[in-house]
């Protein structure tokens, strides 16, 4: 048997699939199966992954897509390996990431969950900012109550621990942040640490659900983790484990209070998320949004000016920035 489960699950992912399945055969650390696992695409992601003829690969097809969460969490019921890790299909690991995180958890057996810090690149690989991440378990615990702490597709999880959770990933965040959910239940019950060398790309698309659509719930979810897990951390259980939500619901009704009281603040929100990843048209134009609803507000006509002078600044920036192949090496 393998040391590692890779599971890669994919939708519709024709343009990038084949970058990210080749990273991973040409790993350093080679003793693992990957399971490729269509959700029911409707492109060419299935002829994609049939291109491959390793002996560690295993394809999973399904007609109709049930999305990631319900489809990884099937899945994950059948890996057997001491190891396992959920990676993205347009996402890119650097050569030697899988033997050095795999490396750390032999050494350090109390270790449950090891990410790494990460590069972010735009839809052509380009670079776009890089992600540090700390290798100190004591400062992730605390930081993790306010900015997430682990990249999920970068995870490495020790398959014996995962098991002690009562989920894995869990519906309530079916749509987006599920991997961030189920760091947080990591880290709130056992050790984990990142590499902090960057060894990871991850690819920022444009059409994704988050970057397409910043809704409400989208703006509350890492306070809603945060919020889970101080729960935990006080009670043992969360609002999500208790038969009654009914505190996980007063503190969604006061924040839908807070932006009810600035109509604009949904949108700058997202202007500023959009313009973080530069994806600068869309932040151009949720600040426009923001000026709609508020024209004469001076957060909102900061935002637009703000929004529109960086994005020239990143325009003229791309044209000397690094490919992310140039870091393969």
Partial sequence: MPKLTLIMPAYNAASFIEEAIASLLEQTFTDFELWLVDDGSTDATRAKME?????????????????????MNEM???????????????????????????????????????????????????????????????????????VPQFHGPTSIFRTRLLRELTEFYRLY???????????????????????????YFYRIVRTSVSRKE???????????????????????????????????????KDWEVVYAADPARLHREAAF??????????????ARQAILKRPLAIKNLFCLAYCSVMSLIYRVNRLTTKHYSELMR
């Avoid at 491959?52 to 969460?69: A, H, P, S």
């Avoid at 889970?228 to 208790?242: A, I, N, V």
Wanted: one cysteine or more; hydrophobic letters at 40%.
């Fill in 76 to 146: 994950v019921q059948y890996v057997e390996t001491e190891y396992v890790t959920i990676t993205d299909a347009d996402d890119v690991s650097h050569p030697t990431r899988i033997e050095k995180q795999i490396t750390l958890l032999d050494q350090k057996p109390e270790v449950a969950m090891c990410g790494t810090s990460y590069w972010a690149m735009d839809e052509s690989g380009i670079l776009i900012r890089s992600m540090n991440l700390s290798d100190d378990y004591n400062y992730i615990q605390e930081a993790n109550l306010a």
């Fill in 173 to 199: 965040f079916r749509t987006n942040m599920a991997d961030t959910d189920l760091a947080a239940r990591v880290v709130d019950k056992f050790p984990s640490v990142n590499l902090t060398e960057p060894l």
């Fill in 214 to 252: 910043f809704s409400f719930r989208f703006a509350l979810i890492d306070r809603t983790i945060s919020f889970l897990s101080k729960q935990r951390r006080s009670s043992g259980f969360d609002s999500l484990q208790k038969p009654d939500s009914s505190e996980l619901e007063k503190f969604i």
């Fill in 51 to 71: 291109l491959f003829q390793d002996l560690r690969i295993k394809r999973f097809y399904f007609d109709e897509n049930r999305g990631r969460v319900v489809t």
């Fill in 273 to 286: 998320y959009h313009l973080y990843w530069k994806v600068t048209g869309s932040a151009l134009a949720s």
